[in-house]
């Protein structure tokens, strides 16, 4: 199994564009989520999701938007770039309720906004 | 006032020593303490965790819940320079009250060799 995979690894955009960072996990996890971390700042949640077609806001929502069409990928979309979006990404999934205290991430997108 | 506070250190420890990482924390509600462990550039990985209150061990790793100070302690005995990393206290309710993890912001921990 490849776990969680993200893509891309590095990424530096001007203000005002726009991307998407791509996440998927292979482990049929019901459970997957959004976090940045800032340095000093720990981990804050984004957008979560508990299955197909289902999202909902975390902590730190605005400026993103999330899908979940399927259960292996949940996609993040930076729509206007800002430099307050200058972060390291990372996505994560896990069982849910089965086991409710483990998370699998995946190795982190870093994003630049300048 | 954070729900979870964690020192960011960084921690410097020669090799061999005993390392003592802690969290406090402000919710009663959780129930479940993990610690996470992170390699620079990487994510974090599950280390250890713990059910309410109580110690669990494993190998070199202590972890300990003490739910009626809100209190945490991860403890490495016999550090190790692959130790060196940084280390993330997790804590979220039970089943019944929602499943979002809360993170500490982490303690950065070198091992000297």
């Known amino acids: 199994n490849a776990g969680v995979t993200q893509t891309p690894k590095f990424r530096i955009l001007k203000i005002g564009q726009s991307m998407t960072l791509q996440c998927a996990q292979d482990m049929n996890h019901n459970y997957m989520y959004w976090y940045r971390q800032d340095p000093g700042m720990g981990l804050k949640l984004i957008y979560y999701s508990v299955g197909a077609g289902i999202t909902d806001k975390g902590e730190v929502p605005n400026g993103y938007n999330v899908s979940r069409s399927t259960t292996e990928d949940f996609p993040l979309r930076l729509e206007l770039a800002a430099p307050s979006q200058t972060s390291v990404y990372f996505c994560?999934?896990?069982?849910?309720?089965?086991?409710?205290?483990?998370?699998?991430f995946g190795p982190g997108t870093r994003l630049t906004v300048t | 006032q954070k729900e979870v506070e964690q020192d960011p250190g960084p921690l410097s420890v020669p090799e061999g020593a005993i390392v003592s990482l802690n969290c406090t924390y402000s919710n009663s509600a959780f129930q479940y303490f993990m610690w996470y462990r992170q390699y620079s550039r990487k994510g974090p990985e599950l280390l250890m965790y713990?059910?309410?209150?109580g110690n669990k061990e494993d190998g070199r790793f202590t972890a300990q819940v003490d739910k009626s100070s809100k209190y945490i302690s991860l403890f490495i005995r016999d550090s190790q320079p692959s130790d060196s990393a940084t280390y993330l206290c997790a804590m979220r309710p039970g089943n019944t009250g929602g499943f979002k993890t809360i993170f500490g912001a982490g303690t950065r921990l070198f091992v000297k060799a």
């Open positions: 713990t059910y309410s209150s």
């Open positions: 994560a999934s896990s069982p849910g309720s089965r086991i409710p205290y483990e998370q699998y």
